[in-house]
């Protein structure tokens, strides 16, 4: 059964850079027609798509947060990981890690347990 | 970019059919999928490409979607179903690819 297993510092001090990782057990993250997904969600609030990164290790952001979103992947350690930069309380919420089933028709099969990350001084 | 739009709250009795919908401009053209969310809890698909079910899914969620507006529906709803459930397109046209509705939460009364 597919785990994706979710890391990282809960509290970011603001203007510095968020890390979170998520490591990928029982399947590859090269398989395919599978790409991986970053997601995030503020508090009381709905869901946010942050960005996807291919096995190629190409990767594509939301508009909104392109200017500060960095995605990577290991494929030795099956790990994908996602960067945030210059963050501010805004982006205070749980992130998700999440695969994407990539048909045409996108959607998303399985999903990390989630992070809370708060950004507070 | 492409909008979504969810009702932010449905309620139903138990045993009742729970019908939760999704508006957009000419959905009917794009699959649209439906995430489960309890407190504290990651979504979990439960319905894809409009109608079809992940194996595990109970055959009690169904989908459609016709003309501006998806709806996914709940037959004999139960207290476990209690949750939000986000719609969720593919839009390629777009710089923003994945569109997420707004989140609908559904009491059961």
């Known amino acids: 059964q597919l785990q994706l297993l979710q890391s990282g510092p809960g509290l970011v001090r603001p203007s510095e850079t968020l890390s979170l990782t998520c490591t990928v057990s029982?399947?590859?993250?090269?398989?395919?027609?599978?790409?991986w997904d970053w997601i995030r969600q503020p508090p009381g609030e709905g869901l946010e798509w942050i960005g996807t990164i291919y096995y190629t290790g190409n990767a594509y952001y939301n508009p909104s947060l392109k200017s500060r979103v960095t995605m990577s992947r290991d494929m030795s350690e099956s790990q994908i990981s996602l960067k945030l930069g210059s963050v501010t309380a805004a982006d205070t919420g749980v992130y998700f890690c999440?695969?994407?089933?990539?048909?045409?028709?996108?959607?998303?099969?399985?999903w990390g347990q989630g992070s809370l990350v708060t950004v507070s001084s | 970019s492409y909008v979504l739009t969810q009702p932010p709250s449905v309620s139903a009795a138990p045993g009742q059919t729970a019908r939760i919908t999704c508006g957009g401009h000419n959905l009917e053209f794009k699959s649209v999928h439906w995430y489960q969310q309890k407190p504290g809890q990651a979504p979990v698909l439960v319905v894809y490409?409009?109608?079809d079910r992940p194996s595990g899914i109970p055959e009690r969620f169904s989908g459609s979607n016709s003309g501006n507006t998806a709806t996914l529906t709940i037959s004999r709803v139960e207290a476990g179903d209690e949750a939000g459930y986000y719609c969720?397109?593919?839009?390629?046209?777009?710089?923003?690819?994945?569109?997420f509705g707004g989140g609908t939460k559904l009491t059961v009364l």
């Open positions: 490409d409009n109608t």
């Open positions: 029982g399947g590859s993250i090269s398989s395919s027609p599978y790409y």
């Open positions: 969720q397109v593919w839009d390629s046209t777009s710089d923003l690819h994945v569109v």
């Open positions: 999440a695969r994407r089933h990539a048909s045409a028709t996108d959607y998303f099969d399985f």
